[in-house]
């Protein structure tokens, strides 16, 4: 519509009534080609994210040398996490089952992705929380898996402190009190602290003002006006519930957050 109206404006300059109509036509056919072209472009951008992302959770999972199926299971929830159907869904299965390969290029996968997230650093952080999400599902980080996640972190600009503070919180998140093999409370309640990135001697006011922070860089909402691509809602709304869920066992354990 908007290019229509240019279309006819420049038209009527050139040739009023006749240079109108051409005018018109002209841009509503611009108008058509372009809206096209970014539809197909955000096509190409998402097939892209999600090619690279489960390539390279592919290789995550198999830094240990063994995909387990506590792994496995994640991954497909993950899937639907993300509303991945039909084609998206056999395109991430094919990924991941390449990025499990020997011969598998890490690093240009990891480049890859840096270039068509435009290292928009919200959608490194929620990429690098489901290769967490992957290794962390039966609450435990292999060595190796870990050394592979700070590889990954540092080639995209985070760091190793971003990835010790993510496997923290799932840990937190994941394993309650009831859950088999549960971590111990003090333990649970130590990630708890790791996850907000405070130390467990903070001052009410430091922590407080820890979760308030983040719960405000990961809200869904100003993340998707920072760029964040609507496929990864359901991640940043995740992370959410997470940093929500560790406050709420510190809160519980200080009569002074209460």
Known sequence: ???TVIGAFIGVLIGKLPGLIVGGAIGYGVGIVLQRTITGNLRIMQSQLI???FAIMGAVCKA??????DEIKTVEQIFR?????????EQAKAAFNRGKQTDFDLDAAI??????SRRRTPLLQLFLQLQCMAVAADGHVHPAEHAMLVHIARRLGLSEADVSQLEALLRTATRGPSAAGAAAPK???????AALGVRPDASAAEIKRAYRK?????HPDKLAGRGLPESMRPVAEERSRELNSAYDLIQSARSDLR
């Open 1 to 3: 519509m908007v290019f």
């Open 51 to 53: 090619d690279s992302t």
């Open 64 to 69: 240990d040398s063994i995909v387990t199926r």
């Open 81 to 89: 996490m993300l509303n991945l159907a039909g084609e998206p869904r």
């Open 111 to 116: 480049d890859g992705f840096a270039r068509v």
């Open 187 to 193: 333990d649970r309640l130590a990630d708890a602290y």
């Open 214 to 218: 983040l719960i405000s860089q990961n």
